[in-house]
């Protein structure tokens, strides 16, 4: 009872062990899996976070460029449509005056006549602040016979194009298609600045009776600086933001140099507006933000720029500035009309303090976690002890119950499994002593018939007894070979493989006659074993009675078995392939478990690969596996299991 007790502590104490350690362990896992989990979720909350902060943002500075963009499109199409109104007010008239000569002066004059004619009454009129004028050219040649300048008079306009690369008479032609009065956006000179073309509002249309069109214009530079002053004056007044704010470069009237602009809006900096930019300016980290900003609107028009840049004090105050770098987004919009930049930007200093908080609040939660979970720590200890000894007292109670019966069942099924292969060995045996003791047999009655009738020659006697010698030497090592096999005796020696196979298939070489079992050997002379010959021979056998059983479905000229043999670097290789079709990968991962069969119960225990799988891996050190392999042999492909063996070399 007291040696009961001892052992009952000495199972007790490694699980009490196994079960703190665990705890220790698991709540350890736990605490790092809870505070990575939420790390994890606070790096994702701040790249979100930081992910919608600027989406946000961006989207909000691109809504207030374009607003501005908006408000100039909607100012340029408004005074666009008045000069519009103008233009053709002054065309009807030009046609009226048109009609009027033509009418009265039809009978007197040729046509060419009455063309010159009605241009020297339009080319006498100015209008506009003598901006305005009008010109005449012929709808079939596209030359000019009527122009506020001469230059131009005479001049064939068919291929004529703006500063734009736009080709005017086509202009005209689509401005006119279907329609009385047509409209046109071009560039021009001035009669007073022929150096420079401006952009220009041009109405036309065609007076029939000659086939000529009569045209006038407006230019917009006038107009366009109107709408401009408009448009800083408005968004001047807009509410003053120190964080996000616009504010506008005009590209104009800048020669040479790294001079890229002009500042003409910036309500938080007053003391920038009319100042010239320089492109090569850096920031705080040696970044040169304008140059990147200008290839974008080079190539796309628009670009988001991030650069270090002073920021307005909080006051607002039009010349109040912190001396603190921080760092800042811009949107820039390139306003191709005007040639300027709008833009407006955002501060991260909001998205700083945002994000600090939130890691003030993980490292917050990771104390908190790890305390927490050391209080549990010790009040679980504290309860799965006491369960665990309660536990661990029945479990040894169990274990004592049923151990000794697993151990005799386990032992009888290993007995069982012994006693099968015995008794299909003897009964192979037996199936290879009849052709022996049939020819012994034969041989001596034969010798007696000669004997009695006198014809028995000497060398006749001889023969018989050497063929009676030889197949008793044959029973005699068969019985030897089934001896050594049921002896049991684990000694370890060291003998030649191929012997060892050759003993093996002299226990099983009924079998495989009776079986109609093609043997194809490939097995090297030299190869020494230092091992257990018995057990090994335990082995093959095992693994030549899972194959008989499958070959036996198949067709008799396609029952193979294959045994090779060979040494691979400091290994000892033994291959057992069959032709039987192989095996589910389901069967093989499971094929070496104990009490694992696919026959029915009262034809294999599902101990015999179990025990070939100890027998190699713990008595000789060595590896088993199975596969399924397609092969070739005699120009045929088979399919089958093969078995894999690796030994060390003695």
């Known amino acids: 009872m007291k040696k009961n007790i001892k052992k009952t502590k000495k199972f007790l104490v490694p699980i009490l062990v196994l079960v703190i350690l665990s705890i220790i362990a698991i709540s350890a896992i736990n605490t790092y899996i809870n505070i990575s989990m939420f790390q994890t979720h606070m790096e994702n909350d701040i790249k979100n976070h930081k992910n919608q902060y600027l989406s946000k943002n961006k989207q909000a500075i691109y809504k207030k460029v374009h607003l501005v963009n908006s408000s100039i ?60 004028y009008y010109f005449l050219y012929d709808n079939k040649t596209k030359i000019l016979f009527g122009h506020s300048m001469k230059k131009f008079i005479g001049k064939d306009m068919t291929n004529f194009k703006d500063a734009r690369g736009q080709n ?35 109405c036309i249309a065609k007076f029939e009776p000659l086939n000529i069109i009569i045209g006038t214009g407006e230019y917009l530079d006038v107009v366009e600086k109107q709408i401009q002053n408009y ?45 010239k930019l320089n ?21 796309n028009g628009e670009a988001y720029t991030k650069y270090w840049y002073k920021k307005p004090n909080k006051s607002g105050l039009l010349l109040s500035t912190t001396n603190e770098l921080k760092p800042k987004m811009s949107y820039f919009y390139l306003q191709k009309d005007w040639n300027w930049i709008i833009a407006s930007g955002f501060y991260y200093d909001d998205l700083e303090k945002q994000i600090s908080v939130m890691e ?37 109670k169990t274990i004592k119950k049923y151990a000794d019966e697993l151990i005799e069942k386990e032992k009888l099924l290993h007995q069982q499994s012994k006693m099968v292969s ?31 009738f006198g014809v028995l020659e000497d060398d006749n006697f001889n023969k018989m007894c050497d063929a ?52 194809v050997l490939d097995i090297k002379d030299d190869i020494q074993i230092d091992g257990y010959k ?13 194959a008989k059983d499958v070959l036996d479905e198949k067709e008799e000229v396609s029952r193979l078995f294959f045994i090779t043999a060979y040494k691979e670097d400091d290994n000892i290789v033994i291959h057992f392939k069959d032709s039987g079709g192989g095996m589910p990968d389901e069967i093989a991962s499971r094929v070496f478990d104990p009490y694992f069969s696919t026959k029915h119960q009262s034809q294999g225990t599902g101990l015999g690969l179990n025990m070939t799988h100890k027998l190699i891996t713990e008595g000789m050190s060595g590896t088993i596996s199975v596969s399924t392999v397609t092969y070739k042999h005699e120009d045929k492909e088979h399919t089958g299991a093969e078995f894999k063996i690796t030994l060390p070399l003695s």
């Not at 968004?235 to 009237?253: A, E, G, P, R």
Request: proline share 1%.
């Open 360 to 396: 003030q609040s993980l490292e917050k939660y990771t104390t908190k976690t790890i305390l927490d979970n050391l209080l549990w720590v010790i009040i679980l200890s504290f309860v799965v002890i006491i369960i665990a000894i309660y536990v661990s007292i029945k479990i040894d």
């Open 534 to 546: 018995n057990e090994l021979t335990q082995c093959f056998i095992n693994i030549f009675n899972n």
């Open 73 to 132: 499109e909607f100012q340029k199409t408004k005074i666009e449509k008045k000069i519009k109104e103008s233009l053709k007010g002054r065309i009807e008239t030009a046609l009226s005056i048109a009609q009027y000569i033509y009418d009265t002066h039809k009978d007197k004059y040729n046509k060419k006549e009455l063309k010159y004619k009605i241009a020297q009454y339009l080319n006498a009129i100015r209008f506009n602040d003598n901006r305005g």
């Open 168 to 202: 005017l008479m086509q202009l005209d032609e689509e401005a006119l298609k279907n329609k009385k009065i047509g409209y046109s956006k071009i560039y021009f000179i001035k009669p007073s600045n022929k150096n420079k073309e401006f952009p220009k509002i041009t």
């Open 468 to 519: 009676i010698d030889a197949n008793a030497q044959y029973l005699s090592k068969t019985i030897d070979d089934f001896k050594n096999f049921i002896k049991g005796e684990r000694v370890k020696e060291n003998f030649n493989l191929k012997s060892g196979i050759d003993s093996f298939l002299n226990l099983v070489e009924g079998s495989i006659k009776s079986h109609h079992i093609n043997l």
């Open 422 to 452: 015995m008794g299909e060995m003897i009964g192979n045996i037996a199936h290879q002593w009849r052709q022996p003791l049939s020819v012994i047999s034969t041989a001596a009655t034969g010798m007696k018939v000669q004997k009695e």
């Open 279 to 299: 492109d090569s300016y850096k920031d705080a980290k040696g970044k040169e933000f304008r140059k990147e900003y200008l290839k974008g609107l080079r190539e």
């Open 231 to 275: 448009v800083i004056d408005r968004f001047t007044v807009m509410k003053k933001d120190n964080s996000m704010y616009l504010f506008f470069m005009d590209l104009h009237n800048i020669n040479g140099g790294d001079k890229f602009a002009t500042m003409i809006l910036n309500p938080n900096r007053s003391d920038l507006i009319g100042k």
